[in-house]
């Protein structure tokens, strides 16, 4: 299994722009479909969007569509999270997931469900 290591949480006003990188080891990279999750203080984790294998194809939770992209780069083993114009609820524990199955099918598979996952990264929004 991948092991994966967030990176790039901290404080930030709001309409701040961070970017969240999670790092990939112990496997093919490119053969896993990613996922970012969050999970805001005392609410359950939910998802913030999935990406491909290919990294073509992506979708996203409405709530961050037009502020929040996620891509990869598949020769650094790193996805990452950029998060533009952010808001007070966006703050939450960030978390980046990894689903192996994806590679039993086309590279432009949405991952639906997640492995591997990484520890965390604390986001947090001041108004």
């Known amino acids: 299994q991948v092991q994966l290591v967030e990176s790039g949480g901290g404080l930030v006003q709001a309409g701040d722009s961070l970017r969240l990188s999670c790092t990939a080891s112990?496997?093919?990279?490119?053969?896993?479909?990613m996922g970012w999750f969050r999970q805001p203080p005392g609410k359950a984790r939910e998802i913030v969007g999935a990406l491909s294998r290919s990294g073509t194809v992506i979708r996203y939770v409405d709530s961050v569509k037009g502020r929040f992209t996620i891509s990869r780069d598949n020769a650094k083993n790193t996805v990452y999270l950029q998060m533009n114009s952010l808001k007070p609820e966006d703050t939450a524990v960030y978390y980046c997931a990894a689903d192996s199955a994806a590679k039993y099918y086309s590279s432009t598979y949405l991952p639906t469900t997640f492995g591997s996952w990484g520890q965390g990264t604390q986001v947090t929004v001041s108004s």
């Open positions: 112990g496997d093919t990279f490119s053969d896993y479909g």
